[in-house]
Nanobody, 126 residues
Framework: EVELVESGGGSVEAGGSLRLSCAAS????????VAWFRQSPGKEREGVAA???????TYVESAQDRFTISQDDAKDTVYLVMNNLKPEDTAMYYC????????????????????WGQGTQVTVPS
């Protein structure tokens, strides 16, 4: 059974940084695209960044300058480092995985991802 477990969320002042972690299990690691999505109250879930097993990364334009996605193959874990956080980054952040390669098209919609974690809350007070 595939399982994705996020951690690392919290409340941080504007301008601060956080590192989110997504630990994967269940045999999906070697053959999937792993991505981070986020969802604020009343808004659609939106893609942030994705990473292939070969380390290739894909970002949405709004995340390119401040967010970095990376992975640790030894731990089957994907990270999202978020710098210079802003109040508008406040959201529940979800890890998602799906067999195959990451593409910009995949990152545009949650519908392309089969497996999801429970989420970790990030709050940046204004």
């Amino acid at each position: 059974e595939v399982e994705l477990v996020e951690s690392g969320g919290g409340s941080v002042e504007a301008g601060g940084s956080l590192r989110l972690s997504c630990a994967a299990s269940g045999g999906i690691w070697s053959r999937s695209c792993v991505a981070w999505f986020r969802q604020s109250p009343g808004k659609e879930r939106e893609g942030v960044a994705a990473i292939d097993r070969d380390g290739s990364t894909t970002y949405v334009e709004s995340a390119q300058d401040r967010f970095t996605i990376s992975q640790d193959d030894a731990k089957d874990t994907v990270y999202l480092v978020m710098n210079n956080l802003k109040p508008e980054d406040t959201a529940m952040y979800y890890c998602a995985a799906d067999p195959g390669y990451c593409t910009r098209t995949k990152l545009r919609s949650r519908d392309y991802f089969r497996y999801w974690g429970q989420g970790t809350q990030v709050t940046v007070p204004s």
